[in-house]
């Protein structure tokens, strides 16, 4: 038996734009999905999924988490008709659309059958894996979040001609945040073709958009460079405001947003594909965390808080 973990992710800004040229800035969480995979007797292979969840999250993704499986193990090269094996998740990452669920699934799956199977990939590989592996959940997917559950730390990422690329960013200290999940549970593959009809229903306005967000990510990396933490909320709202007004928000992601904001969080916002699943607060300093924290549990929300940044 061997295992693989994959951390979770959130995405500061950038999130639904990147296969359109946009950068994006993720970090990793300290949750995780770890995965055990063990050789078994039979023919093909058996999941047995112990992670916490968003109720519903896990029988809504069912149909895609087992292609996601199959391309993994065909991409690996494992015939389980020969080696059957039991695939079994768990971890302290909660499974809900906006953390990167499926990308740690994926990078944990990946390693553990690299480690029972004893391939001898390198980090390279296993994203590479696991990037095949996120398809089935987004339709197409560029590699952000498998990158980042991959990798961890605090990364800008994009695509250049169909390649990606990264680099980590330097910030000067760690600082809290505080991800709660709306409920709403996303078919992100549908995602993709909502943006496909703002794109050809106003080519231009769409356009105009991309390069606000595209300011916004560059502005934003300064701020973190800096440790302008100030900046970095006003960014995040401003950017809020924006997917808002294209509809990849949610009337639940709103309310919980301003619920941060009048709460003391420095910026607020949608985090993963929107219209479902987390928002992300930024709320430095403990105290700040544990403010925020405290209003979304008094309204039954599910949360995660987290420290990010710095080395």
């Avoid at 970090?27 to 047995?48: A, F, M």
């Amino acid at each position: 038996m061997a295992e693989g973990s994959g951390f979770g992710k959130t995405i500061l800004i950038g999130d639904q734009f990147v296969l359109d040229g946009v950068p994006a800035i993720v970090s990793s969480i300290p949750y995780e999905t770890v995965t055990k995979v063990e050789r078994i007797d039979g023919e093909g292979w058996v999941l047995e999924d112990d992670r916490i969840e968003v109720p519903g999250y896990k029988d809504k993704k069912r149909e895609q988490q087992g292609e996601s499986i199959d391309r993994i193990l065909e991409v690996m090269s494992i015939d389980v008709k020969k080696t059957p094996i039991k695939i079994t998740v768990g971890g302290t990452l909660l499974a809900g659309s906006g953390v990167g669920a499926s990308a740690a699934i994926c990078v944990s799956l990946a390693r553990a059958v690299n480690a029972e199977f004893d391939l001898g990939y390198s980090i390279e590989e296993i994203n590479r894996v696991a990037w095949q592996g996120e398809f089935p959940y987004h339709g197409v997917a560029s590699g952000v979040d498998n990158t980042a559950s991959t990798y961890g730390g605090l990364l800008l990422f994009w695509l250049e001609d169909g390649e990606q690329h990264f680099e980590r960013i330097k910030s000067p200290g760690p600082f809290e945040i505080v991800l709660a999940n709306s409920g709403v549970t996303v078919n992100t593959a549908a995602l993709d073709q909502f943006i496909d009809q703002q794109k050809t229903g106003d080519p231009e306005l769409f356009a105009a958009r991309l390069e606000t967000i595209r300011a916004q990510v560059l502005e934003m990396k300064r701020a973190l460079e800096g440790r302008d933490l100030e900046t970095v909320g006003r960014v995040m709202s401003e950017n809020h405001r924006l997917l808002a007004d294209m509809g990849m928000s949610h009337e639940t992601l709103d309310h919980m947003c301003q619920t941060a904001l009048e709460e003391g969080a420095l910026g607020a916002k949608v985090t993963g594909g929107g219209r479902g699943g987390y928002m992300v607060s930024l709320t430095p300093g403990p105290e700040l965390q544990d403010t925020i924290a405290s209003a979304f549990e008094r309204e039954g929300y599910k949360l995660l808080r987290a420290t990010i940044g710095g080395s």
